[in-house]
T-cell receptor
Framework: GIQVEQSPPDLILQEGANSTLRCNFS?????LQWFHQNPWGQLINLFY???GTKQNGRLSATTVATERYSLLYISSSQTTDSGVYFC????????????FGPGTRLSVLP | DTAVSQTPKYLVTQMGNDKSIKCEQN?????MYWYKQDSKKFLKIMFS???????INETVPNRFSPKSPDKAHLNLHINSLELGDSAVYFC?????????????FGQGTRLTVV
């Protein structure tokens, strides 16, 4: 099945800093999404982005499907950005499910 | 209105018991999923249902059985609970993800087996 890697595994930032999170995947994908799991455990869908670039406020994401990676940018980070960021992909073969990467744990310090 | 809701939020039970977790979605989605999140936060798919048919059944113990009375509900039944079943279980739903369906998750059920 498709493999998903994320880097870095852990990231500590001072409030106001910018950061880039990376997701690499091993095969062509139909679907790629970024999720944020907040400290209370809730999983929030940030982006559906199998290719191209999207922006939503301080967050933006870019997926280069031909090179099998996606980037999540967080600008002017806030303490509420803390949590775990997951990339999830679905391969192109029928019946493949969403496979989650191991996540990047982000801590934003005041 | 909560889009994907799970009950209960917390479940503490003894080894050997049988328990169920319920999930309902009001988004009109075709596909529902169950994921298990372990203590290291790794999320692993357990089951997915599309239009009431199981489309992928990952290698989970047969003590776990998904039951879908209709496309808005996907319940998870667990027999003979073991200590290793302790985890957070998430239900999710999406429209066909091959056509750009975003996945939405419930709030999770923290299962503790003692």
């Amino acid at each position: 099945g498709i493999q998903v890697e994320q880097s870095p595994p852990d990231l500590i930032l001072q409030e106001g800093a910018n950061s880039t999170l990376r997701c690499n995947f091993s095969d062509s994908v139909n679907n790629l999404q970024w999720f944020h799991q907040n400290p209370w455990g809730q999983l929030i869908n940030l982006f559906y982005i199998p290719s191209g670039t999207k922006q939503n406020g301080r967050l933006s994401a870019t997926t280069v499907a031909t090179e099998r990676y996606s980037l999540l940018y967080i600008s002017s980070s806030q303490t509420t950005d803390s949590g775990v960021y997951f990339c999830a992909v679905e391969g192109m073969s029928y019946g493949q499910n969403f496979v989650f990467g191991p996540g990047t744990r982000l801590s934003v310090l005041p | 209105d909560t889009a994907v809701s799970q009950t209960p939020k917390y479940l503490v039970t003894q080894m050997g018991n049988d328990k169920s977790i319920k999930c309902e979605q009001n988004l009109g989605h075709d596909t529902m999923y169950w994921y298990k999140q372990d203590s290291k936060k790794f999320l692993k798919i357990m089951f997915s249902y599309n239009n009431k048919e199981l489309i992928i059944n990952e290698t989970v113990p047969n003590r776990f059985s998904p039951k879908s009375p209709d496309k808005a509900h996907l319940n998870l039944h667990i027999n003979s609970l073991e200590l290793g079943d302790s985890a957070v279980y998430f239900c999710a739903s999406s429209q066909d993800t091959r056509r750009g369906g975003k996945a939405f998750f419930g709030q999770g059920t923290r299962l503790t087996v003692v």
